[in-house]
């Protein structure tokens, strides 16, 4: 009998709806592993999470067998449900429509990795909208300034 292999590592970006800065740092490791959880659960592997408090890194080691757009509904939906169900933020929370998802070769995991895990350092230098722009021209993917997450000016840091 065949079998199918793959070996696909991604990288998911997306942002708090209108990049408010609602992702607290007292309940951030809470929500990295919730979303962990539903990685896990539709039997893709985790690889690394972190946030800044208005939009979220997650690389994966997926599997085919979801649509990768199910996958990131689900993400949104339920860590988001999450969120206003124990009460984590006093504010509206809602991610923004649309992501961003970057695919990488075995040999770049562990660099992507480091990047996303320093992403607190990595913000001191430079904002998200100039972080995702040199994401999309990095991978070449084209895209229109209008169709960008809605960036309203810079995000208090938790700092």
Do not use: C
Request: glycine share 2%; proline share 4%.
């Amino acid at each position: 009998m065949s079998n199918t292999f793959t070996q696909i590592h991604l990288q998911l970006v997306f942002a708090v709806k209108y990049r408010e800065a609602l992702i607290q740092k007292s309940w951030r490791d809470r929500l990295h592993a919730y979303i962990t959880g539903i990685v896990q659960n539709h039997r893709h592997k985790m690889l690394q999470i972190n946030s800044r408090p208005d939009h979220i890194h997650i690389l994966i080691g997926y599997r085919p067998s979801q649509p990768l757009p199910k996958l990131v509904e689900e993400i949104k939906t339920s860590s988001n449900q999450f969120i206003k169900e124990n009460r984590l933020s006093p504010f509206q929370f809602a991610w923004q429509v649309g992501y961003a998802a970057f695919s990488y070769s075995r040999s770049q995991v562990p660099a992507v990795a480091t990047y996303i895990e320093r992403q607190d350092e990595h913000h001191r230098n430079k904002t998200f909208r100039e972080e995702y722009i040199e994401m999309l021209q990095k991978a070449e993917v084209e895209f229109e300034e209008q169709y960008l997450f809605e960036f309203w000016g810079d995000v208090v840091d938790w700092e």
